[in-house]
C-alpha cells in the first residue's frame, strides 16, 4: 500500500513538475500562457535599437525537427513571455541595458509522437545600449537505433543559444517573421 501511494505521488509530482517548469526557468513567463502566432515572409531588415536601448531577436530553427506539428516556441525575458514563433521564424524586441534573463519554452503539445526530452531552455544576457542580441531556439529531434533494428527511440528538444550577427542575418533572410499575442 505504501508503495503504491509513493508511485502515485511520484508520477503525480513528475507531471506537475513537467508542466510547471517554464514558470520555473529562469526568465520564463507563467507556464499557462499560450500564444497565437502568425508568420509572414519578411522583408529582411535589421532594425537598429533605439536611442538608450537593446534589441533582442528570437529566432526558431525547425531544420532539424523531423516531427509533426512543429512546436510553437514561446520567448520570455525576466519572467515576462514577450512573444513566440513557430516553424523557421523569428522577432525582435526592445530591452533596457542590464543583466536580462532569457527563456525559450514549447507551448504543451497534444499530438507529439514521442515523449520530449527537454522543452525549455534559458540563458543569460548582459545588454549594452546600441546593441543587438541573436538568440536561436533549435527545434531538434533525436533518432538513436542502438542496435541497426528494430525500434526507433526519439526525443525532441529545445536548445536555446546566442548567434553572431552574420549567422543570424543569413537565418533573418530565409525565416519568416513572426508576430504574436497572448490567446485569451
Known sequence: MRLTIAILLFATSTL????????????CGPANVKFDVKTEKAQNNMPTPEPG????FFLQDDVNFNSKPRPTTRFGIDGTW???????????TSVDPGEHHICASWEPMIKLSF???????????????????????RDVTKTDNPFG??????EAEVVLEPLDSDEAQVLVNTFSFSSSHPKK
Not at 115 to 137: Q, V
Open 16 to 27: 506537475l513538475s513537467s508542466n510547471s517548469i517554464a514558470q520555473s526557468a529562469s526568465g
Open 53 to 56: 536601448k537593446s534589441l533582442v
Open 82 to 92: 514577450v512573444g513566440a514563433t513557430h516553424a523557421n521564424s523569428y522577432f525582435f
Open 115 to 137: 515523449p520530449p526530452m527537454r522543452t525549455t531552455a534559458a540563458a543569460h544576457l548582459i545588454a549594452e545600449a546600441g546593441k543587438s542580441y541573436y538568440f536561436r531556439a
Open 149 to 154: 533494428k528494430g525500434d526507433v527511440i526519439s
